[in-house]
């Protein structure tokens, strides 16, 4: 049998690629060209300063800084992490990633991506929220049985928190803290991931629909995950979301709650593998204490 071909999407050097290719000057061009009232000015070699540009951050004192030369955006006031060149010209311009990769492809040519670059670029994002919304799902069951351990739905997750709480002896007040979860039964999780959709999008019908229309990510999630938590072994396993930078999840691990030797982990294939980066993620060194 041939082997799966893997779906690069866009890079991690083509990304690069594209930093290099616009430069400082033109990000400057960029942050006055769609906000100019964030204030952007150069703040030393290869760095620009300014007012945060996320959405969601009502920045004051100048707080956001993008760092052209080591490819990446922080704000130092929020926390929020860009590397993906794509995804900060998606903030300036407020528009999805693939009309910035557009843009960018219009203004600068980027002619050494490929011409389907666009329709890979969405089944990327698409890729990327489909583990984060299982990363989501996952530590709220494992919260929820947490709260409320007797209630049935919450069988599933007894044995691992019992197995993080014991045997690894994770303080039980910090499990909610910390970046793991529990993975319920394949068709609670999809039950779940339904009910999210189906509020999301509500909210989204309610509002003024200036942000990208919620996705239901039950049936990605479903033939991610099929292969593995039919197994009853990993049906409660304690899941790891693996990160490509603070923000996004290039794989997730899944850990069977036992200590029998060897351990039972599984890490779902994945046909955007060729993107993976490792990222300790917030409560990581906490955790690593413990397992």
């Not at 951050?57 to 922080?74: E, Q």
């Not at 670059?117 to 990363?135: G, P, T, Y």
Request: proline residues 6%; hydrophobic residues 35%.
């Amino acid at each position: 049998m041939a082997a799966k071909k893997k779906n690069k999407g866009l890079t991690r050097e083509q990304l690069w690629k594209v930093w290099a290719q616009v430069g400082t000057h033109n990000w400057l061009d960029i942050a006055n060209s769609f906000k100019r009232s964030h204030n952007f000015s150069p703040a030393g070699q290869d760095i620009l300063k300014g007012l945060c540009i996320h959405p969601e951050h009502d920045d004051k004192d100048p707080s956001f800084y993008i760092y052209t030369g080591k490819g990446y955006a922080k704000c130092f006031g929020c926390g929020c992490f860009i590397s993906n060149p794509l995804e900060l010209l998606g903030y300036f311009m407020e528009a999805p990633e693939a009309e910035a990769l557009q843009h960018l492809k219009e203004k600068f040519g980027m002619s050494f991506l490929p011409k389907k670059a666009l329709a890979e670029l969405e089944a990327q994002r698409r890729n990327l929220l489909m583990k984060e919304e299982i990363f989501k799902v996952t530590h709220n069951y494992m919260c929820d049985a947490l709260a409320d351990p007797d209630k049935q739905e919450h069988k599933v997750a007894k044995t691992a928190i019992e197995w993080l709480v014991n045997d690894r002896q994770i303080p039980k007040d910090t499990l909610h803290a910390l970046p793991i979860g529990v993975m319920p039964e394949l068709a609670r999780l999809q039950q779940i991931i339904i009910s999210r959709f189906k509020r999301q999008h509500k909210q989204w019908e309610k509002s003024s629909k200036e942000k990208s229309e919620p996705q239901n990510l039950a049936d990605p999630a479903f033939e991610y995950l099929k292969n593995y938590i039919r197994d009853a072994v990993f049906a409660g396993s304690v899941l790891f979301p693996l990160h490509v930078n603070p923000k996004e999840i290039g794989r997730l691990k899944l850990r069977a709650p036992h200590n029998k030797s060897p351990k039972e982990i599984t890490i779902p294939d994945d046909e955007f593998e060729d993107l993976l980066g490792l990222f300790r993620s917030p409560g990581w060194e906490i955790l690593q204490n413990y397992l």
